[in-house]
């Protein structure tokens, strides 16, 4: 809690940077303005922390991807079917791959 | 690898057509699939540059942080000029320093004095200024700090272990989209003789939210 303590991780986990960094991009690349996605993403906070307190860590991103994607899926940018046969190809191919090897999707 | 991962590997993970000797990549979690699936489909799209969702990371995880906050609250201390135009026109001082962009549209400067101490929350989700600060911890980003600070910040405070005198006001800002507010912590005694990087060294992460002081907690 302290700034005297260790030095404390920017992202707890690599999907948290990416998460961050790819609502960021699609912002700057004018896809949509912050203050639609700031009250979009406080709406799901708000949801979410009705059921329970928020640590604020891996529930907080959990709250920021399901409002990207029904933000995306929303403006006709990221259809749900097709994220979701993606991240079933994912599964797939981290599921075929040997350890040490790198992750492809087969298509790509 | 850490302890969790080993059991995962050895005892709950159910594909047993792997031998043990060759187990496959370690799978991530459901979000994290969740995310490459997005970012994948948006790449074939050509709607999103992958090198630049790596300069973003990059940049928060290695370039922009509190530092750079510290170095305007310095010098707000050191430059009575410098002062008085930060107080004025925040986003257009801390622009000078290069300190500009995303989340730093527009910044407001609330100074601690002796009768107020200032704290910043954003109780909608957890808008923060970026180019001063970098990206907000955790606790920032926690329902029981957005929830508490507004209604009882001394308690908050406390938790923080930060006491104030009785005739202190404390005054809550909350971020927006819009504004967002870097604090300027009381400058502490004794330090009339140090320079501006001797004084940075002072001004924490929390000091400029409003849940620590310079010098201490």
Known sequence: ?108 | MDMAGLLGQSLFMPHDHHSHDDPHALLPSDPALRVKALETLLTKKGLIDPAALDEIIDTYENKIGPRNGARVVARAWSDPKFHAALMEDATAVVADLGFYGRQGEHMMAVENTDTVHNIVVCTLCSCYPWPLLGIPPGWYKSDAYRARVVREPRKVLADFGVTLPEETAVRVWDSTAEMRYLVIPKRPEGTEDLDEEALMALVSRDSMIGTGLAGGS
């Open chain 1, 1 to 108: 809690m302290s700034a005297a303590g260790k030095p404390e991780p920017v992202f707890e986990a690599p999907w948290h940077a990416q998460i961050f960094a790819l609502t960021v991009h699609l912002n700057e690349a004018g896809h949509f303005v912050w203050a639609d996605w700031a009250a979009r993403f406080g709406a799901t906070l708000k949801a979410h922390g009705l059921a329970r307190e928020l640590n604020g860590g891996e529930d907080y991103f959990a709250a920021w991807l399901e409002t990207l994607e029904g933000y995306l899926a929303e403006i006709g940018m990221a259809a749900p079917s097709e994220v979701s046969s993606l991240r079933d190809a994912w599964e797939a191919a981290y599921l075929s791959t040997p350890h040490g090897d790198p992750v492809k999707l087969a298509d790509a």
